[in-house]
C-alpha cells in the first residue's frame, strides 16, 4: 500500500515532532530527581535550533559547508564511477573477477579510520585526502551492486538477444546496462552517506575546516550544543543530497513499472 505524499509527510513530521519532544521533556523536566537526558551531555533542541540559525545568519558556516560539500560531491562522483566501471568490467569477465577476488574482499574489509592517516600523509591535509577516504568508502558499495546487477541478467534474455543479431554494444546499451540501473541507484542512496562521513572523519582526524572540522572544535571544548548543531546540520545536507539522488533516478529510470517503483 502506497501512502498519499501528504499523508506520508505528516507521519514523516510526525516522528521528528515526537523525538524533539521526547529530548525538550528528557533536558527540562525532572523525573525523580533526576533528568532522563542531561542538558550537559545533551543540550537542548531549541538551543540547538539557535545554534543552527546562528550559524547561518553569521556566515560562519558557509565556509565549511562548502568544503564539506566540495569533498562529499567529489568522493561520490569518482567513487561511483569507479565502482560502475569496475563492477560492470567484472561482471563481464569472470576469469578478471576470479583472480581479483581475494584482494577485492581483502580491500573492503580494511578499516577506513586506518586509512585516514595513511592518505593524510600522501596527500596532506587538503581536500583530496578526504576525498580519497570517501572513495574508499563509495566505491565498493556500488561495485558490488553493479557486479550483482549484470550477473542477475536472466539467461533466457541474453539468448533472445543473441538470436536477434544483438552486438555486444547493444546487448550492453539494451539489457545490461538497465539491469544494473536499479542496482546502481540502490546503491547511489547509500554511497551519498557514505561519501558524506568519509568527507566529516577526514576533517574530523585533521583539517583547518569543514563541517568535521567544527564538530571538533566544538568537541575540544565540550560544547555538546555546537556538536548536536553540526550533526544536524549533516543529517540535512544528506537528506538533500539524497533528494537529488532520487529526482535522478525517476529521471531515467521512466522504463520501470510503476507497480516496481512503488515498491522501491
Not at 577526514?202 to 555546537?226: C, K, P, R
Request: proline share 4%; hydrophobic share 60%.
Amino acid at each position: 500500500m502506497k501512502l498519499h505524499p501528504a499523508k506520508l509527510l505528516f507521519l514523516q513530521v510526525l516522528v521528528a515532532v515526537i523525538a524533539l519532544a521526547i529530548w525538550q521533556i528528557g533536558a527540562t523536566v525532572p523525573i525523580g530527581g533526576d533528568y532522563l537526558l542531561p542538558e550537559f551531555f545533551f543540550s537542548k533542541p531549541w538551543d540547538v535550533l539557535s545554534r543552527v540559525v546562528q550559524l547561518f545568519v553569521s556566515g560562519t558556516i558557509w565556509k565549511h559547508l562548502w568544503i564539506t560539500l566540495t569533498e562529499t560531491v567529489l568522493a561520490f562522483v569518482i567513487g561511483s564511477a569507479g565502482g560502475v566501471v569496475i563492477g560492470f568490467w567484472f561482471a563481464r569477465k569472470p576469469v578478471v573477477a576470479a583472480v581479483f577476488d581475494p584482494y577485492v574482499k581483502m580491500f573492503n574489509a580494511l578499516p577506513r579510520v586506518v586509512l585516514a592517516p595513511i592518505f593524510m600523509l600522501w596527500l596532506g591535509l587538503g581536500i583530496w585526502s578526504k576525498v580519497a577516504l570517501g572513495v574508499t568508502l563509495v566505491f565498493f558499495i556500488v561495485f558490488f551492486n553493479v557486479y550483482q546487477g549484470v550477473k542477475e541478467v536472466s539467461p533466457v534474455v541474453l539468448a533472445n538477444a543473441r538470436m536477434m543479431g544483438m552486438s555486444e554494444r547493444q546487448l550492453f546499451r539494451n539489457v545490461y546496462w538497465p539491469s544494473a540501473m536499479s542496482w546502481m541507484f540502490s546503491s547511489l542512496h547509500t554511497a551519498v552517506g557514505f561519501a558524506l562521513v568519509g568527507a566529516v572523519v577526514g576533517e574530523y582526524l585533521g583539517s583547518s575546516a569543514g563541517l568535521g572540522y567544527l564538530i571538533h572544535q566544538a568537541e575540544g571544548v565540550f560544547d555538546v550544543t555546537g556538536v548536536f548543531a553540526g550533526m544536524f546540520i549533516l543529517a540535512a545536507f544528506v537528506l538533500v543530497i539524497d533528494w537529488f539522488v532520487t529526482r535522478v533516478e525517476r529521471r531515467l529510470l521512466v522504463w520501470r513499472p510503476q507497480a516496481a517503483s512503488e515498491q522501491n
